[in-house]
């Protein structure tokens, strides 16, 4: 057996290799003699000597396959060598997915702020992605409708904010670190929204932090990420872990403002949501919010990605049609 795989792998020429196969697997050649002669052993012997003529028969094959490939690609029709001198074959370079070009830059915008990434699992338990978030159980994103529940009592993250409190848990403070993620909500999927997206989760604690630092952060990664012709706005918000909490909105990059499809007609879209770091969690992973604050956010990548890369779909991002995502190389 051992000298049938050997003759395989150094036959040098398709002709060689045709000899090969039609030796031990051609109609009259060694296999296919070893399988008439099964019929003259015990019934144990022959389901054991079946099994293992089988298998060397397809470890043989697949064997011959590949080295057919192998000198079909690598040989000058009619010759018996590979020739060296041969220039190599241009397969084309793969490109970057658009989600993945933004959170290679945001990390490098953030970087240079002295950010960190950070990350957390994608099965979460309701502590991190809810309780020690502040959010009481009786919030309608608990409801089976809005969150994807599992049989062990775990769901999947709807948010990256609880890899805020899987770090805060795990370091003392100050904290600066970015977390980028795949989150999961029970949304129905259109043009805009997805039941799988990606978040980049924000996290600033340190002495006397306010929300004049987070207007300036938000407002330096926007001209980072979208030009310096992007305008920022904060708008009053509510979310259960900060406390003010503002969404932040850039200038919609497609129309520069004047109104499309993808802004809705508004000029602007919904980038991120934000705020300052709740006492109540800075308290529940062992924070002293008199010593300690902090500001927070998390945004969008596909929102950001949309509008830098002039996505009108979101669902172009998880189709992986290569020339959608050739086409932003
Ligand atoms: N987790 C929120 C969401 O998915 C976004 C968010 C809001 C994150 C405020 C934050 C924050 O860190 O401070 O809608």
Redesign the pocket.
């Known amino acids: 057996m051992e000298k049938a795989l050997e003759e395989a792998r150094n036959a040098g020429t398709l002709q060689d290799l045709e000899r090969v196969r039609a030796a031990y697997l051609g109609r009259s050649g060694l296999i296919s003699e070893i399988m008439k002669s099964l019929g003259r052993l015990a019934r144990e012997e022959r389901a054991e000597a079946g099994r293992a003529a089988n298998a060397f028969k397809d470890s043989l094959g697949k064997l011959i396959e590949e080295r057919r490939a192998a000198l079909q690609a690598g040989m000058p029709a009619g010759s018996g060598f590979f020739d060296y001198t041969l220039p190599g074959r241009w397969r084309g370079l793969g490109s970057k997915h658009p989600v993945s070009a933004v959170i290679e830059e945001a990390a490098r915008i953030f970087g240079k702020l002295g950010f960190t990434v950070a990350e957390g699992p994608d099965v979460e338990t309701a502590y991190h992605n809810f309780e020690a978030l502040n959010t009481p159980s009786h919030h309608p994103s608990l409801s089976p409708s809005d969150t994807f529940w599992l049989d062990t009592g775990e769901l999947l993250r ?4 609880p890899v ?1 409190i899987r770090v805060m848990e795990s370091r003392k403070p100050p904290v600066r670190v970015i977390t980028p993620g795949r ?1 999961y909500r029970r949304d129905t999927t259109d043009a805009t929204h997805s039941a799988n997206f990606h ?1 980049i ?3 600033y604690v340190d002495q006397k932090v306010s929300l004049a630092d987070l207007k300036g952060v938000m407002a330096y990664f926007a001209r980072e990420m979208m030009g310096p012709k992007v305008a920022v706005r904060f708008r009053p918000h509510f ?1 259960p ?2 406390e003010p ?1 503002v969404e932040c909105d850039f200038s919609c990059h497609i129309c520069g403002g004047s109104g499309c499809r993808v802004c809705k007609n508004s000029g602007w879209i919904e980038i ?4 300052m ?1 709740d006492p109540r969690v800075l308290r529940t992973v062992g924070y002293d919010p008199e010593i300690w604050s902090g ?4 945004m969008g990548i596909e929102r950001i990605a949309m509008i830098r890369f002039g996505i009108k779909d979101i669902r172009m991002f998880y189709e992986n049609d290569i020339r959608f995502l050739e086409s932003l190389a």
């Open positions: 709807t948010q990256t904010s805020q989150c978040q989760e924000g996290l979310f872990f900060t909490s991120a949501g934000a705020g770091v500001y927070a956010f998390g």
